[in-house]
């Protein structure tokens, strides 16, 4: 059974940081590409960032370029987001998501259950 499951989220200041966590189970993770996907409060959900199987292909969002950077450890089965600088706007649950093959072109197929950020002073 395919689990991830994000870690790592929480209450932080305008202007502080956080790094997200997610841990991969039930299948080889070394395998598939990755992604992180926000939603806040009453919007739809909307991508942050991307990564292949690999890790050596990165894509972001323009709302989180040169703030947040997405990296993965594939030796420990997770994948982690860091970010930085962080806004108000930036507040919503971050799902960690997995695309159904190696590269960031296969389309998403599984979801964790979301991690909380809070960017508020």
């Known amino acids: 059974e395919v689990q991830l499951v994000e870690s790592g989220g929480g209450l932080v200041q305008p202007g502080g940081s956080l790094r997200l966590s997610c841990a991969a189970s039930?299948?080889?993770?070394?395998?598939?590409?990755m992604s992180w996907v926000r939603q806040a409060p009453g919007t739809g959900r909307e991508w942050v960032s991307k990564?292949?199987?690999?890790?050596?292909?990165?894509r972001y969002a323009d709302s989180v370029k040169g703030r947040f950077t997405i990296s993965r450890d594939n030796a420990k089965n997770t994948l982690y987001l860091q970010m930085n600088s962080l806004k108000p706007d930036d507040t919503a649950v971050y799902y960690c998501?997995?695309?159904?093959?190696?590269?960031?072109?296969?389309?998403?197929?599984?979801w964790g259950l979301g991690a909380q950020v809070t960017v508020s002073s």
């Open positions: 039930g299948f080889t993770f070394r395998r598939y590409a």
């Open positions: 998501a997995r695309h159904a093959g190696s590269t960031v072109y296969n389309e998403i197929d599984y």
């Open positions: 990564i292949n199987s690999s890790g050596d292909s990165t």
